[in-house]
């Protein structure tokens, strides 16, 4: 078991081990004055875990409701937002009532906004059951959920009260969504880590989940510390999002976040390396490491349609727009530019 404390605007611990959701009351009850929980949990998620939350809860104390929803990005939307809000509204929860977001970056992301949103805010109790989710949108409180125009428009800045990732979750994740989760592994260690590049394409990466999640929850930990808000740092973490979003909102929310993301850095470094902007291994070592998690390098959609998905993305300023690029094997810097060069980018790193 690993604990790692995350000091933000609020301070508070990402659990990291095997049995977590057995412990959910126990541990979360000392944090919190209210004794109504309100679960919020995907159709698949809490056919698996419900039963075995709301009995820790209740266990501890709590009197339970549940807020279910069908799973999918395309649940991540004001309407569900409105009915999940309504939902807490009716189930009378008061201001140190919590509510525990049970699943992916789906339910952490649209279960965090409602927290944050209702009453101006009750507490947020964090359980996330993908990889995605452990190691990237559970900690550091970004929350939201997806307008027509664009992913993520609507969100706060709101930190949870604990985070609690059951590593034992991750052994009914389909595949391809646990190769989404090592997109954002991927990621960490092509932004801040050599060593994390070099343990997963050692002989078995999976092989010890808690070391990979501790140390990715680390290097978010640390980002954070120094920039909540997104202003300089720790935009490093979106490496592979600007266009990764792109390509989401092009192909309608049917691609996977990872999956986006997975392209996205790869059309990046692509470019990059064809730039002269990094060593050409930048590519080939992402490129094997994406061939080894089966993640996709190669996109087909046109490219005006991702630019112009790109201009809706929350991460530009005005007309600026600030790029992550590599520099070097683990480390990446930030380019603030113009959609010109995001443009070039497109056309050189488009090509296999
Ligand atoms: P998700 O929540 O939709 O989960 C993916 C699928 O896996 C769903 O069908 C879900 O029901 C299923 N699932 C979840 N846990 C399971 C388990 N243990 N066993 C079996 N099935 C399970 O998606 P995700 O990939 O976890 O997250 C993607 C979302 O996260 C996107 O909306 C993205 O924008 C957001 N995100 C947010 C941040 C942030 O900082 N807030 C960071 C990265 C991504
Ligand atoms: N996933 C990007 C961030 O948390 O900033």
């Known amino acids: 078991m690993q604990t790692i404390t995350v000091n933000a605007s609020r301070s508070y611990c990402v659990q990291i081990g095997p049995g977590l959701l057995d412990r959910v009351g126990e541990l979360s009850a000392p944090l919190v004055q209210g004794r109504k929980a309100a679960v919020v949990s995907d159709s698949n998620v809490w056919l698996l875990y419900g039963t075995q939350v709301e009995r820790s809860l209740t266990q501890a104390g709590f009197q339970v409701s549940v807020f279910q929803f069908p799973a999918g990005e395309s649940s991540k939307n004001t309407a569900t937002l409105l009915e999940l809000l309504t939902f807490l509204a009716r189930e009378g929860l008061s201001r140190e009532d919590p509510v525990f977001a049970l699943g992916g970056g789906v339910t952490g992301d649209m279960g965090g906004l409602a927290a944050a949103l209702y009453l101006r805010g009750v507490p947020c109790i964090q359980l996330p059951t993908t990889l995605l989710a452990m190691v990237d949108s559970s900690v550091g409180g970004k929350t939201a959920v997806d307008l027509p125009e664009g992913k993520n428009l609507v969100g706060t800045f709101t930190q949870p009260h604990l985070v609690l990732c059951d590593t034992l979750t991750l052994q009914t994740l389909p595949a391809p969504v646990m190769a989404e989760g090592w997109a954002e592994v991927i990621k960490y260690g092509m932004i801040r880590s050599p060593e994390l590049l070099q343990r997963l394409a050692g002989e078995d990466p999976a092989g010890d989940l808690e070391w990979v999640i501790a140390h990715c929850v680390t290097i978010k930990r640390d980002v954070v510390g120094i920039d909540e808000r997104d202003t300089g740092e720790r935009q490093l973490l979106n490496f592979g999002h600007t266009i990764g ?20 850095m790869a059309i990046m470094t692509r470019a990059c390396v064809r730039e002269g902007l990094c060593p050409k291994e930048c590519w080939t070592v992402l490129e094997s490491l994406l061939n080894r998690f089966h993640l996709p390098q190669t996109c087909s959609m046109d490219k005006k349609g991702l630019l112009e998905a790109a201009r809706a993305d929350k991460k530009r300023r005005g007309d600026s727009i600030t790029l992550i ?4 094997i683990g480390t990446c810097v930030l380019n603030k530019t113009d959609y010109g060069e995001l443009s070039r980018i497109l056309e050189r790193g488009m090509g296999a």
């Open 245 to 264: 979003h792109a390509i989401e909102r092009c192909g309608g929310y049917s691609i996977y976040h990872g999956e986006g993301v997975a392209m996205g």
């Open 325 to 328: 690029q590599p520099q070097k």
